[in-house]
């Protein structure tokens, strides 16, 4: 059975019952006297996703878990979703009370302590399975979870076995999946139905990983939501090439795309009633006989021309084509994720997901739509007064700025320059630099959660 599923209800489920530090001793005298002995010899705490299974006459009688401390604010998230990988085998079944959001982050970060990259290594997973608590909505949970394992796998997957033509196969596996319709513009036809920016920063690379932009579109009634994912298969930064070790995790410089397939699939798998249109702009930025060239100036889709200042600053170029498509549509709803700047890593860190917007509602929503789902975001400005800086004088924008400050708020404004009018940009890292509880090292998903739970209040649905 999938790991992102729950465990059938039944009376074999193990009792697992949450216990606070403050708590523990009235919890033992609820206990039998020799499994009250068997906790205290053991020198269980109630910390935070600890645990201890208490042995019965057939194997485990009833397991504990810790809460922590009722105050302060936790320093971890999903740290009961440890339990997944701490416990025996067995299906346990929550025995006690937890307030709805505790209950609902244990159950979320419960399922994604399950996933496991086994693509070219096989690895043993949690055997330790979940009921679904009581009041947590186990359908939108299990849908979550299996969205962030594809973008798991899609991230996590080198850029040997990853290109734009592979990014392709994945979309389009997912729209046979749920029945939804793919166009693909490839190569030289890129040129030829206007998306020129797309084509110079892909046309460096081989053949048979030539540039494209994929196209999914499903759902035939409700507002128009449309998702745009940066898809750099590999970032060499072109002829700004970059360091050998600021390449070592650029196989995740597709990380945009994978979150609005993962996010797409989440959406499709729940039957929400939009009208979803899902961009990729899928290229690798190589480095070849025919790179773009830093000072060339290209003209986009919406006729806005372009002076390259840096080809490592290319994720902005394709997104900006695939944004112009989009507003060509008239959407209700555009979103951007792309793995975009270092220089949102260096404001917020890479456990945040800053986000853009100039819609204050839907800001909100998305803050309160993070704190429900254990998906921390952060809104950043449209700061006008730093749109001079991305005007260069000779062209009408500059793709990297000198100066070196407020790269993140300068490059959302870029964008801004060709997005539909109610538009977000979210700058994600998309990637956890170390194992975490319902987090292990590697491909990580942000904003997607906030986003999805934001949609009714931003789409009126």
């Given at each position: 059975?999938s790991p992102?599923?729950?465990?059938?209800?039944?009376d074999?489920?193990?009792?697992?019952?949450?216990?606070?530090?403050?708590?523990?001793?009235?919890?033992?005298?609820?206990l039998?006297?020799?499994?009250?002995?068997?906790?205290?010899?053991?020198?269980f705490?109630?910390?935070?996703?600890?645990?201890?299974?208490?042995?019965?006459?057939?194997g485990?009688?009833?397991?504990?878990i810790?809460?922590?401390?009722?105050?302060?604010?936790?320093r971890s998230?999903?740290?009961?979703?440890?339990?997944?990988?701490?416990?025996?085998?067995?299906?346990?079944?929550?025995?006690?009370t937890?307030d709805?959001?505790?209950?609902?982050?244990?159950?979320l970060?419960?399922?994604?302590?399950?996933?496991?990259?086994?693509r070219?290594k096989?690895?043993?997973?949690?055997?330790?399975?979940l009921v679904?608590?009581?009041?947590?909505?186990?359908?939108?949970?299990?849908?979550?979870?299996?969205?962030?394992?594809?973008?798991?796998?899609?991230?996590?997957?080198?850029a040997?076995?990853?290109?734009?033509?592979?990014?392709?196969a994945?979309a389009?596996?997912?729209?046979?999946?749920?029945?939804?319709g793919?166009?693909?513009?490839?190569?030289?036809?890129?040129?030829?139905?206007?998306?020129?920016m797309?084509?110079a920063?892909g046309r460096?690379?081989?053949?048979?990983?030539?540039?494209?932009?994929i196209?999914?579109?499903w759902?035939?009634?409700?507002?128009?939501?449309?998702l745009v994912?940066?898809?750099?298969?590999f970032?060499?930064?072109?002829?700004?090439?970059?360091?050998?070790?600021?390449?070592?995790?650029?196989?995740?410089d597709?990380?945009?795309?994978?979150?609005?397939?993962?996010?797409?699939?989440?959406?499709?798998?729940?039957?929400?009633?939009v009208?979803?249109?899902?961009l990729i702009?899928a290229?690798?930025?190589a480095?070849?006989?025919?790179?773009?060239r830093?000072?060339?100036?290209?003209?986009?889709?919406?006729?806005?021309?372009v002076?390259i200042?840096?080809?490592?600053a290319?994720?902005?170029?394709?997104?900006?084509?695939?944004?112009a498509l989009?507003?060509?549509?008239?959407?209700?709803?555009?979103?951007?994720?792309a793995?975009?700047?270092g220089?949102?890593r260096v404001?917020?860190?890479?456990?945040?997901a800053?986000?853009?917007?100039d819609d204050?509602?839907?800001?909100?929503?998305?803050?309160r739509?993070?704190?429900?789902?254990?998906?921390?975001?952060?809104?950043l400005?449209?700061?006008?007064?730093?749109?001079?800086?991305?005007?260069?004088?000779?062209?009408?924008?500059?793709?990297?700025?000198?100066?070196?400050m407020?790269?993140?708020?300068?490059?959302?404004?870029?964008?801004?320059?060709?997005a539909?009018?109610?538009?977000?940009?979210?700058?994600?890292?998309?990637?956890?630099?170390?194992n975490?509880?319902?987090?292990?090292?590697?491909?990580?998903m942000?904003?997607a959660?906030?986003?999805?739970?934001?949609?009714?209040?931003?789409?009126?649905?």
């Amino acid at each position: 059975m999938s790991p992102f599923a729950f465990a059938p209800d039944s009376d074999d489920a193990i009792p697992l019952v949450p216990v606070r530090p403050d708590a523990l001793e009235s919890a033992l005298g609820q206990l039998p006297p020799e499994q009250a002995a068997w906790v205290r010899a053991l020198g269980f705490k109630a910390g935070p996703g600890e645990v201890l299974a208490l042995p019965g006459s057939h194997g485990v009688a009833r397991a504990l878990i810790g809460r922590g401390k009722a105050e302060g604010r936790p320093r971890s998230r999903f740290a009961l979703g440890q339990g997944a990988s701490r416990l025996p085998e067995g299906s346990y079944r929550l025995d006690g009370t937890l307030d709805p959001a505790e209950a609902r982050e244990m159950a979320l970060g419960w399922l994604l302590e399950g996933y496991r990259f086994t693509r070219y290594k096989e690895q043993s997973g949690p055997r330790a399975r979940l009921v679904a608590p009581q009041g947590v909505d186990a359908a939108r949970i299990e849908a979550l979870a299996q969205a962030e394992a594809l973008t798991r796998d899609l991230i996590n997957t080198p850029a040997s076995d990853m290109g734009p033509a592979d990014l392709e196969a994945a979309a389009r596996g997912l729209a046979d999946r749920f029945g939804a319709g793919l166009s693909v513009i490839t190569g030289e036809d890129l040129l030829a139905r206007n998306f020129p920016m797309i084509h110079a920063v892909g046309r460096a690379a081989a053949p048979h990983r030539a540039p494209r932009l994929i196209d999914m579109a499903w759902g035939t009634a409700g507002p128009r939501l449309t998702l745009v994912g940066k898809g750099v298969c590999f970032d060499t930064g072109g002829l700004d090439i970059k360091p050998s070790a600021s390449m070592l995790t650029m196989k995740k410089d597709m990380g945009g795309a994978a979150h609005v397939l993962g996010l797409a699939q989440a959406i499709m798998a729940l039957g929400l009633p939009v009208r979803l249109r899902v961009l990729i702009p899928a290229v690798e930025n190589a480095v070849g006989s025919d790179s773009f060239r830093p000072g060339d100036i290209l003209t986009s889709r919406k006729g806005l021309t372009v002076e390259i200042n840096n080809t490592d600053a290319e994720g902005r170029l394709v997104l900006a084509d695939a944004l112009a498509l989009a507003a060509e549509d008239d959407p209700g709803l555009t979103v951007t994720f792309a793995t975009l700047t270092g220089a949102a890593r260096v404001a917020v860190g890479p456990d945040l997901a800053p986000f853009f917007t100039d819609d204050e509602d839907l800001a909100a929503a998305l803050a309160r739509g993070g704190r429900d789902w254990a998906d921390p975001v952060w809104r950043l400005p449209f700061h006008d007064p730093y749109e001079a800086l991305i005007e260069p004088g000779i062209a009408d924008l500059d793709n990297a700025p000198s100066g070196g400050m407020a790269g993140a708020i300068t490059a959302a404004l870029f964008l801004r320059r060709f997005a539909p009018p109610r538009y977000c940009h979210f700058d994600i890292f998309a990637w956890s630099q170390s194992n975490a509880p319902g987090r292990s090292k590697g491909g990580m998903m942000q904003g997607a959660r906030a986003l999805l739970a934001a949609l009714p209040e931003a789409l009126g649905l």
